[in-house]
């Protein structure tokens, strides 16, 4: 549902612009401060609310069909590699704390640079293969499976 | 207007659009092709951009061979039911083969999937899902994409392919212009991968006003895959198959962890059951091969989505509305309970914004589902595309034209929503299509192709003209009036999509008409889409440069459109009941068109021509079923 940024947190930081994938989250030219250009382009995808450093955005339902006075806040934390979900019922009945892992290794650190892993064969090249397959499609050491492997043929016509 | 013009050359492989085709396209290109430069155009950050900006809560598409669970035929057979026969098996079987390397990788990257703790093996939603903590996903595959590129210029928005003038029909990079700078920039390149996602926004949504943005595929999916590739002659397939979801109402949040784990199912407004009833005059119009309850029932053969949806459909224009996701049961175990909320929070939060802002508790009360406004697009359960290349060992030669995934345009390749009759790829077999390509791209440039490309000043020039006119014609006419946004001369991008997205919903068939159209109420959406084409171009006006961005994300909308709406013209018969209804042409025909439709644009004249290709289905041996192979594969 649409952002909508807290005068008094927001110190005009910028990190909510540099995230947004809607290009919505501009700067106020008078204020110095961020907010939602086009609430009807906003997929409440929360990026910017996650983003925030000082927590100034949050996200009211949209007019047009969500009554006031919820509340679905976020927390998102790459060092401890969680998020915290808060959610509150327009009656209060629920609020709910929700937390879910957001990795299983420290942040960034697993991912390989193939710059500088050993070139691909030529034999490599000529096949079918991708980076790190076969071994990498069952982890064991069966091969790609292909048509003459599954005992396939393609055929045109109507096969149902 | 003074934009620099800046010029990036040299460039072997660009990735257009780091979504979940392009990080997966990027990441690879680097492995065949340690010395090459490998540069990523991304409109928004990749590190939130596209459709899976704000995660996901399952991976769709995992075959699990690992755990002998499926082999890649089985969900060929899986795909082509759901879409009722018409799917590019050769494609399919394909990245199906690979896609599992992908998702141990993620593993490996630190993405959390969930383990069975009974199996040890993935935690199954359904027979392809798997379920994750997905919050993180695109941060993920992003960072992977960027140790691999030598560059990544985010917020650029491409705008057109640049051709060759030496070669004909040969790719030779993009431009665009950056949407904070306003910059003109310019990527000459050996290949081209586009990886631009889907459209929505295309037709009418159901939301208005403030909630306008509440579409189920993201806002910001302009279509630009189409978009681009069309402008530059790429042939397109299946586009008249666009896609229709049966979702929670007005969030739009997902329905497939509901069903497949949590076990709930619908019913119409009076608690009954309501899918059967419907079935006997639907297997009328669509024969036994595609739909038999019976046989379903026995041997879990999907009932196609279409279907469903035209079941769902049906039972509310009969009165019986709003149908319901029965969720009570479900969700007095606490521990399902909360896998249905963090469903919504990993992947779709405004969904769970609305139940709190309604006070909807699905433990006791069964919320309202709805069926969407159409979408164009090719990687969920439905297969619009570009017609592509598919691989030298599976590909029969109508199929084939040396290199994987590209497309009928030389050096340029597609991935993800960009290719078409690949359904069911979803995040992690669009991310494999991106490896599948970068390695043909790679060798593509390594087989001497790309030699001597040459791209005129004279071409970059044009194009910079036609990128910046929306800023022009504002300029020039602004003053005209006094202030406001009603001017003779022009319209603004947000008046363009409104009246695109009514004559989308009214003549080809959107949600105010229940999805129905006919070969009259397509011309008359073509000559309607055509006055707005020549407004777009003489009269689409930008107040600033994120304006400009709107505008040529109208651009791109309008280009899929046409070939939405010349497709579903060409394809005489009603071939997926639920998505889309010809009422000229109530039945489904197999004797005419068990074929795929191919389009191209011509990029002079703007003439399309519409031809049939065949369609190759996988067969066993003895045709019987895949028991046969499936024994082999048991024995080995
Ligand atoms: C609500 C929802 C739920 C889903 N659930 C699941 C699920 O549970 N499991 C699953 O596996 N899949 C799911 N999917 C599907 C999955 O997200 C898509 O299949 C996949 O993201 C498609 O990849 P893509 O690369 O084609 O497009 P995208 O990932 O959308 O990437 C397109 C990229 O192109 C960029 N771009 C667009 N236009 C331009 C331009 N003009 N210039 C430059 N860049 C541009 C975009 O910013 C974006 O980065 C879901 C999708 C949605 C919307
Ligand atoms: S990220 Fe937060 S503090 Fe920074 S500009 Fe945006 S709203 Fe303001
Ligand atoms: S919620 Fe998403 S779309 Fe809306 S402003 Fe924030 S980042 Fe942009």
Known sequence: ?160 | MAYDTIVEDGIDVLVVGAGLGGTGAAFEARYWGPNKKIVIAEKANIDRSGAVAQGLYAINCYMGTRWGENNPEDHVRYARIDLMGMVREDLLFDMARHVDSAVHQFEEWGLPLMRNPKTGAYQREGRWQIMIHGESYKPIVAEAAKKSADKVFNRICVTHLLMDETKENRVAGAVGFNVRTGNYHVFKSKTVIVAAGGASNIYKPRSVGEGAGRVWYAPWSSGSAYGLLIQAGAKMTQMENRIVLARFKDGYGPVGAYFLHLKTYTQNGYGEEYESKWFPALQEMVGKEYLDPEASHRTHRPIPTCLRNHAFISEVNAGRGPIRMVTMEAFQDPHLEEIGWHNFLGMTVGQAVLWAATDVDPKYENPELTTSEPYVMGSHATGCGAWCSGPEDVSPPEYFWGYNRMTTVEGLFGAGDAVGGTPHAFSSGSFTEGRLAAKAACKYIDDGKAEGINVSDAQIEKRKKQIYKPLETYRIYRNEIVAGTVNPHYINPRQGLDRLQKLMDEYAGGVTVSYVTNDKLLNIGLHKLKLLDEDWENGIAAENIHELLRAWELKHRILTSEAVLQHTLFREETRWPGYYYRGDFMKLDDKNWHVLTVSRRDPETGEYTMEKAPLYHIVDDEEDGGKKAKEKEKAK
Not at chain 1, 10 to 29: N, Q
Not at chain 1, 62 to 87: C, M, N, Q, T
Not at chain 1, 115 to 122: G, M, N, T
Request: with cysteine; hydrophobic share 30%; net charge neutral.
């Open chain 1, 1 to 160: 549902m649409p952002t909508f940024v807290y005068m008094t947190r927001c110190d005009g930081c910028g990190h909510c612009v540099d995230i947004c994938p809607s290009d919505i989250m501009h700067i106020d030219e008078v204020n110095r401060r961020a907010y939602n250009i086009e609430p009807n382009m906003c997929w409440e995808c929360y990026s910017c609310v996650k983003a925030c450093p000082h927590h100034a955005i949050d996200v009211r339902g949209y007019a047009d069909f969500a009554p006031l006075g919820h509340s679905v806040r976020v927390r998102r934390d790459e060092e401890k590699g969680v998020i915290a979900w808060r959610i509150i019922f327009r009656n209060g009945k629920k609020d709910w704390d929700l937390l879910a892992p957001i990795t299983t290794k420290p942040w960034g650190s697993a991912i390989p640079n193939l710059k500088s892993v050993p070139a691909p064969s030529q034999e490599q090249r000529d096949s079918q293969l991708l980076y790190n397959e076969p071994k990498y499609i069952r982890l064991d050491d069966g091969g790609l499976h292909t048509l003459e492997s599954n005992g396939l043929k393609m055929k045109e016509g109507v096969y149902y």
